[in-house]
Protein backbone atom coordinates (compact mmCIF):
# COMPACT_ATOMS: atom_id res chain seq x y z
CA UNK A 1 0.00 0.00 0.00
CA UNK A 2 1.61 3.13 -1.34
CA UNK A 3 1.59 6.15 0.98
CA UNK A 4 3.14 8.44 3.52
CA UNK A 5 3.56 7.20 7.59
CA UNK A 6 4.33 9.46 10.53
CA UNK A 7 5.17 8.29 13.93
CA UNK A 8 4.64 8.56 16.41
CA UNK A 9 0.93 9.69 16.45
CA UNK A 10 1.28 11.36 20.07
CA UNK A 11 4.66 13.41 21.57
CA UNK A 12 5.08 14.49 24.58
CA UNK A 13 8.32 16.99 25.06
CA UNK A 14 9.91 18.02 28.21
CA UNK A 15 11.10 21.50 28.42
CA UNK A 16 14.53 22.33 27.14
CA UNK A 17 14.64 18.79 25.09
CA UNK A 18 14.62 18.16 21.07
CA UNK A 19 12.71 15.53 19.73
CA UNK A 20 12.50 14.19 16.25
CA UNK A 21 9.09 13.60 14.44
CA UNK A 22 9.65 10.54 11.71
CA UNK A 23 8.17 10.64 8.16
CA UNK A 24 8.23 8.10 5.71
CA UNK A 25 7.08 7.45 2.03
CA UNK A 26 6.96 4.76 -0.28
CA UNK A 27 4.91 6.88 -3.39
CA UNK A 28 8.52 7.39 -4.94
CA UNK A 29 8.28 11.36 -4.58
CA UNK A 30 11.13 13.43 -4.92
CA UNK A 31 9.67 16.56 -2.97
CA UNK A 32 8.96 16.22 0.55
CA UNK A 33 7.40 18.86 3.15
CA UNK A 34 6.62 19.80 6.81
CA UNK A 35 3.71 21.89 7.92
CA UNK A 36 2.50 22.55 11.23
CA UNK A 37 -1.48 23.25 12.02
CA UNK A 38 -2.79 25.17 15.37
CA UNK A 39 -6.20 25.49 16.65
CA UNK A 40 -8.67 27.42 13.98
CA UNK A 41 -5.94 27.46 11.44
CA UNK A 42 -4.62 26.32 8.77
CA UNK A 43 -1.42 24.81 7.62
CA UNK A 44 2.02 27.13 7.79
CA UNK A 45 5.09 25.55 5.76
CA UNK A 46 8.44 24.68 8.19
CA UNK A 47 10.54 23.14 5.37
CA UNK A 48 10.68 21.75 2.38
CA UNK A 49 13.10 19.45 0.10
CA UNK A 50 12.45 18.82 -3.41
CA UNK A 51 15.04 16.49 -3.60
CA UNK A 52 17.64 14.05 -1.71
CA UNK A 53 20.28 16.10 0.12
CA UNK A 54 18.60 19.25 -0.43
CA UNK A 55 16.29 21.43 2.42
CA UNK A 56 14.85 24.59 2.27
CA UNK A 57 13.12 26.79 4.85
CA UNK A 58 9.70 27.40 4.62
CA UNK A 59 7.39 30.61 6.60
CA UNK A 60 8.04 29.53 9.93
CA UNK A 61 11.44 27.50 10.07
CA UNK A 62 12.36 29.43 12.91
CA UNK A 63 13.65 26.43 16.13
CA UNK A 64 13.04 23.29 13.37
CA UNK A 65 15.39 21.45 11.72
CA UNK A 66 15.78 18.65 8.92
CA UNK A 67 17.58 15.93 7.15
CA UNK A 68 16.67 14.76 3.33
CA UNK A 69 19.54 11.93 3.46
CA UNK A 70 17.31 9.11 1.60
CA UNK A 71 14.13 9.81 -0.51
CA UNK A 72 11.75 8.15 1.36
CA UNK A 73 12.63 10.00 4.49
CA UNK A 74 12.06 13.20 5.73
CA UNK A 75 12.74 13.69 9.80
CA UNK A 76 11.77 16.55 11.20
CA UNK A 77 13.59 17.90 15.14
CA UNK A 78 11.66 20.26 16.95
CA UNK A 79 14.74 21.77 19.05
CA UNK A 80 14.43 23.75 22.51
CA UNK A 81 14.77 27.10 20.63
CA UNK A 82 11.49 26.94 19.05
CA UNK A 83 9.33 28.89 21.94
CA UNK A 84 5.80 27.15 21.52
CA UNK A 85 6.24 23.35 20.16
CA UNK A 86 2.71 22.45 21.07
CA UNK A 87 0.98 21.77 17.96
CA UNK A 88 -0.44 19.26 14.69
CA UNK A 89 2.77 18.50 12.72
CA UNK A 90 1.74 16.86 8.91
CA UNK A 91 4.41 15.77 6.68
CA UNK A 92 3.32 15.73 2.90
CA UNK A 93 5.21 14.56 -0.09
CA UNK A 94 4.73 15.10 -4.18
CA UNK A 95 5.89 14.36 -7.76
CA UNK A 96 5.54 17.63 -9.18
CA UNK A 97 6.48 16.48 -12.99
CA UNK A 98 3.49 14.40 -12.84
CA UNK A 99 1.01 15.79 -10.34
CA UNK A 100 -0.86 18.71 -8.97
CA UNK A 101 -1.29 17.53 -5.39
CA UNK A 102 1.19 17.11 -2.58
CA UNK A 103 -0.17 13.91 -0.28
CA UNK A 104 -0.50 13.93 3.38
CA UNK A 105 0.56 11.57 6.38
CA UNK A 106 -1.93 10.97 9.15
CA UNK A 107 0.40 13.99 11.44
CA UNK A 108 1.71 14.01 14.98
CA UNK A 109 0.60 15.49 18.16
CA UNK A 110 3.15 17.25 20.02
CA UNK A 111 2.52 18.35 23.38
CA UNK A 112 4.83 20.23 25.82
CA UNK A 113 4.51 19.06 29.24
CA UNK B 1 0.00 39.14 5.69
CA UNK B 2 -2.21 36.28 4.76
CA UNK B 3 -2.31 35.30 0.81
CA UNK B 4 -4.66 32.99 0.91
CA UNK B 5 -8.60 33.97 2.80
CA UNK B 6 -11.39 31.84 3.36
CA UNK B 7 -14.00 34.26 5.35
CA UNK B 8 -16.19 31.59 6.57
CA UNK B 9 -15.25 29.89 8.95
CA UNK B 10 -18.54 27.82 8.93
CA UNK B 11 -21.13 26.93 6.87
CA UNK B 12 -24.33 25.00 7.52
CA UNK B 13 -25.96 23.60 4.54
CA UNK B 14 -29.14 20.87 4.51
CA UNK B 15 -28.86 17.48 2.91
CA UNK B 16 -29.64 16.92 -0.71
CA UNK B 17 -28.69 21.20 -0.97
CA UNK B 18 -25.40 22.62 -2.95
CA UNK B 19 -22.64 23.88 -0.71
CA UNK B 20 -20.64 26.67 -2.51
CA UNK B 21 -17.71 27.15 -0.61
CA UNK B 22 -15.18 30.42 -1.40
CA UNK B 23 -11.55 31.45 -1.06
CA UNK B 24 -9.91 34.80 -1.74
CA UNK B 25 -5.98 34.92 -2.67
CA UNK B 26 -3.53 38.11 -2.91
CA UNK B 27 -0.80 36.92 -4.44
CA UNK B 28 -1.43 37.16 -8.22
CA UNK B 29 2.16 34.43 -8.92
CA UNK B 30 -0.36 31.68 -7.92
CA UNK B 31 -0.92 29.30 -10.90
CA UNK B 32 -2.28 26.39 -8.71
CA UNK B 33 -5.17 26.08 -6.46
CA UNK B 34 -6.25 23.03 -4.59
CA UNK B 35 -9.22 21.66 -2.34
CA UNK B 36 -8.41 19.43 1.14
CA UNK B 37 -10.89 17.81 3.34
CA UNK B 38 -9.78 17.59 7.03
CA UNK B 39 -11.32 15.82 9.56
CA UNK B 40 -9.74 16.78 13.35
CA UNK B 41 -6.09 14.92 14.21
CA UNK B 42 -6.12 13.72 10.38
CA UNK B 43 -3.76 14.64 7.57
CA UNK B 44 -6.08 16.48 4.96
CA UNK B 45 -7.04 14.44 1.73
CA UNK B 46 -6.79 16.16 -1.46
CA UNK B 47 -10.25 16.65 -3.49
CA UNK B 48 -9.82 18.83 -6.46
CA UNK B 49 -7.41 21.26 -8.12
CA UNK B 50 -7.31 23.69 -10.79
CA UNK B 51 -4.65 25.60 -12.90
CA UNK B 52 -4.75 29.03 -13.83
CA UNK B 53 -5.12 28.28 -17.04
CA UNK B 54 -8.72 26.93 -16.18
CA UNK B 55 -11.47 28.48 -15.18
CA UNK B 56 -13.79 25.18 -14.05
CA UNK B 57 -12.39 21.64 -12.75
CA UNK B 58 -15.35 18.75 -12.29
CA UNK B 59 -14.39 15.31 -10.62
CA UNK B 60 -17.64 13.80 -9.52
CA UNK B 61 -19.79 16.07 -6.73
CA UNK B 62 -17.11 18.58 -6.87
CA UNK B 63 -16.29 21.45 -9.24
CA UNK B 64 -14.40 24.12 -8.76
CA UNK B 65 -14.22 27.57 -10.05
CA UNK B 66 -11.70 29.95 -10.61
CA UNK B 67 -11.82 33.75 -11.44
CA UNK B 68 -8.52 35.35 -12.10
CA UNK B 69 -9.55 39.01 -12.41
CA UNK B 70 -11.25 38.65 -9.43
CA UNK B 71 -8.67 36.22 -7.43
CA UNK B 72 -11.31 34.46 -6.21
CA UNK B 73 -12.39 30.62 -6.57
CA UNK B 74 -15.11 28.47 -4.85
CA UNK B 75 -15.65 24.64 -4.32
CA UNK B 76 -19.37 23.07 -5.13
CA UNK B 77 -20.79 20.29 -3.62
CA UNK B 78 -23.38 18.82 -5.21
CA UNK B 79 -25.54 17.15 -3.81
CA UNK B 80 -24.50 17.31 -0.20
CA UNK B 81 -23.63 14.01 2.06
CA UNK B 82 -23.14 13.51 5.17
CA UNK B 83 -19.92 12.36 5.19
CA UNK B 84 -19.59 15.85 3.60
CA UNK B 85 -19.17 17.39 7.53
CA UNK B 86 -15.95 18.16 7.56
CA UNK B 87 -13.62 21.39 7.80
CA UNK B 88 -12.27 22.52 3.96
CA UNK B 89 -9.32 23.93 2.91
CA UNK B 90 -8.26 26.38 -0.11
CA UNK B 91 -4.34 25.96 -0.52
CA UNK B 92 -2.23 27.90 -3.56
CA UNK B 93 0.55 27.81 -4.98
CA UNK B 94 3.40 29.50 -7.49
CA UNK B 95 4.70 25.93 -8.81
CA UNK B 96 3.02 22.58 -9.92
CA UNK B 97 2.68 20.37 -6.85
CA UNK B 98 3.27 23.02 -4.71
CA UNK B 99 6.92 22.15 -5.16
CA UNK B 100 7.83 25.06 -3.38
CA UNK B 101 5.05 24.55 -0.59
CA UNK B 102 1.40 25.44 -0.39
CA UNK B 103 -0.18 27.98 1.15
CA UNK B 104 -3.38 27.35 3.19
CA UNK B 105 -6.42 29.37 4.48
CA UNK B 106 -7.70 28.97 7.49
CA UNK B 107 -10.15 26.86 6.59
CA UNK B 108 -14.39 26.55 6.79
CA UNK B 109 -16.02 24.09 8.71
CA UNK B 110 -19.21 22.36 6.70
CA UNK B 111 -22.21 21.23 8.64
CA UNK B 112 -24.43 19.06 6.63
CA UNK B 113 -27.75 18.80 8.10
CA UNK B 114 -30.07 15.81 7.92
Known amino acids: DGGITQSPKYLFRKEGQNVTLSCEQNLNHDAMYWYRQDPGQGLRLIYYSQIVNDFQKGDIAEGYSVSREKKESFPLTVTSAQKNPTAFYLCASSDPGNQETQYFGPGTRLLVL | ?114
Open chain 2, 1 to 114: DQQVKQNSPSLSVQEGRISILNCDYTNSMFDYFLWYKKYPAEGPTFLISISSIKDKNEDGRFTVFLNKSAKHLSLHIVPSQPGDSAVYFCAASRLRGGADGLTFGKGTHLIIQP
